[in-house]
C-alpha cells in the first residue's frame, strides 16, 4: 500500500520559513517524480515544485521561485520543500504527490492529474 505522509506545516509569520517533508512507502520512491501541490480555500490545487525521479530535473512555481527549495533523499524516501520569506498567499494546505510517468513535459507535470499516489496534506498559515 502507497503512504505519502507530510510534515512540518504550521502557523508562521510573514517572512519566516518551514521546511516540508513528505515520506514515501509501498513505492519504488526513486522511480517516481515527485511534486508539491497547494490549495487555498477556494481554490484549485496548484504546483509549487517539482523534483524529476533522478533530481536532475527541477521546476517551480513563478510565485515561489527563489524563495523555495525542492529536495528528496532517495535512501530515505522522503522530499523536502523548504520555503522562506514566507507569504499570506502562500497559505493553504500542502500536500505531496508522486509521478511514474516520468515526463519531461511542464503541461504534464504541472497538472495534477499526472499524479498517481498523494498524501493527506499539510497546512500552511502565514500570518501578516
Known amino acids: 500500500q502507497v503512504q505519502l505522509v507530510e510534515s512540518g506545516g504550521g502557523l508562521v509569520q510573514a517572512g519566516g520559513s518551514l521546511r516540508l517533508s513528505c515520506a514515501a512507502s509501498?513505492?519504488?520512491?526513486?522511480?517516481?517524480?515527485m511534486g508539491w501541490f497547494r490549495q487555498a480555500p477556494g481554490a484549485e490545487r496548484e504546483i509549487v515544485a517539482r523534483?524529476?525521479?533522478?533530481?536532475?530535473?527541477?521546476y517551480y512555481a513563478e510565485s515561489v521561485k527563489g524563495r523555495s527549495t525542492i529536495s528528496r533523499d532517495n535512501g530515505k524516501n522522503t522530499v523536502y520543500l523548504q520555503m522562506n520569506s514566507l507569504k499570506p498567499e502562500d497559505t493553504g494546505v500542502y500536500y505531496c504527490?508522486?509521478?511514474?510517468?516520468?515526463?519531461?513535459?511542464?503541461?504534464?507535470?504541472?497538472?495534477?492529474?499526472?499524479?498517481?499516489?498523494w498524501g493527506q496534506g499539510t497546512q500552511v498559515t502565514v500570518s501578516s
Open positions: 504527490a508522486a509521478d511514474v510517468s516520468r515526463t519531461t513535459a511542464r503541461y504534464e507535470y504541472t497538472n495534477p492529474r499526472a499524479y498517481e499516489y
Open positions: 509501498g513505492l519504488t520512491f526513486g522511480s517516481y517524480g
Open positions: 523534483i524529476s525521479w533522478s533530481g536532475g530535473n527541477i
